[in-house]
């Protein structure tokens, strides 16, 4: 990973739970620190791909999908993709899921 004065110089590659591969460019990377207050947006999006609890479809938005993961007790953690061009679009921090269709969850996580 090449990250310089705290931004990212060359895209970066993640895999999902289905090991889909998606990039993190480097204006992205600096819209997420900046934007949404991500310190590390490498480490947060890792994370949320390694403990994905749920998968939307945009409603709003055609082949993005919003991938979950969670923050505590009230907080989400959002990883925006879009799936065709398998680019991360965002990630933030959110205490509500948005209105999509579910693509995939995490039955073990209905359980906390």
Not at 11 to 39: G, M, W
Not at 75 to 100: P, Q
Request: hydrophobic residues 40%; contains cysteine; aromatic residues 16%.
């Amino acid at each position: 990973m090449e990250v310089k004065n705290g931004f990212l110089l060359k895209p970066y590659k993640f895999v999902d739970r289905n090991s889909y591969p998606y990039a993190l460019y480097p204006d992205t990377y600096k819209h997420i620190k900046i934007q949404h207050c991500i310190e590390d947006p490498i480490v947060f999006i890792q994370s949320v791909f390694d403990k994905t609890f749920a998968i939307f479809e945009s409603k709003r938005l055609k082949n993005v999908y919003l991938y979950y993961g969670i923050r505590g007790n009230v907080l989400y953690r959002v990883v925006v993709v879009d799936i065709i061009d398998r680019k991360i679009k965002t990630a933030y921090n959110s205490d509500v899921i948005k209105e999509g269709d579910l693509k995939w969850i995490n039955k073990k996580s209905l359980l906390r």
